[in-house]
């Protein structure tokens, strides 16, 4: 698959659309925690995308592989939003005060 279509958009408009109403919805649910293990469970989770690119991209789905790419870097932002990686690198990461 090597083209976004209307209908995979629409898909992944409403997925997005649902998931932002169920986040402003919710109740802060940070725990000290859960935040100490957040570290291993998120570079885990990047690394698991940057797989799957990689094996979107054997199977030459460009589409999905470069998602895959993007939900990882989204997971790294989200990191270091949260603190659980100091970065000072404003050109790989969104946000980063430096």
Same mark, same amino acid.
């Given at each position: 698959?090597?083209?976004?279509?209307? #209908? *995979? +958009?629409?898909? %992944?408009?409403? &997925? $997005?659309?649902?998931?932002?109403?169920?986040?402003?919805?919710?109740?802060?649910?940070?725990?000290?925690?859960? +935040?100490?293990?957040?570290?291993?469970?998120?570079?885990?989770?990047?690394?698991? %995308? &940057?797989?799957?690119?990689?094996?979107?991209?054997?199977?030459?789905? *460009?589409?999905?592989?470069? $998602?895959?790419?993007? %939900?990882?870097?989204?997971? +790294?932002? #989200?990191?270091?939003?949260?603190?659980?990686?100091?970065?000072?690198?404003? *050109?790989?990461?969104?946000?980063?005060? &430096?």
């Amino acid at each position: 698959m090597n083209e976004i279509t209307d #209908a *995979k +958009l629409k898909k %992944y408009f409403g &997925i $997005a659309e649902e998931a932002l109403r169920k986040a402003q919805n919710s109740k802060e649910g940070l725990k000290l925690e859960n +935040l100490k293990k957040a570290r291993v469970d998120f570079l885990d989770t990047v690394e698991r %995308y &940057i797989f799957d690119a990689k094996h979107f991209l054997d199977k030459d789905d *460009k589409v999905n592989a470069f $998602a895959a790419l993007n %939900y990882a870097h989204g997971w +790294l932002d #989200a990191g270091v939003k949260l603190g659980i990686f100091d970065v000072k690198d404003n *050109k790989l990461f969104a946000g980063v005060d &430096i």
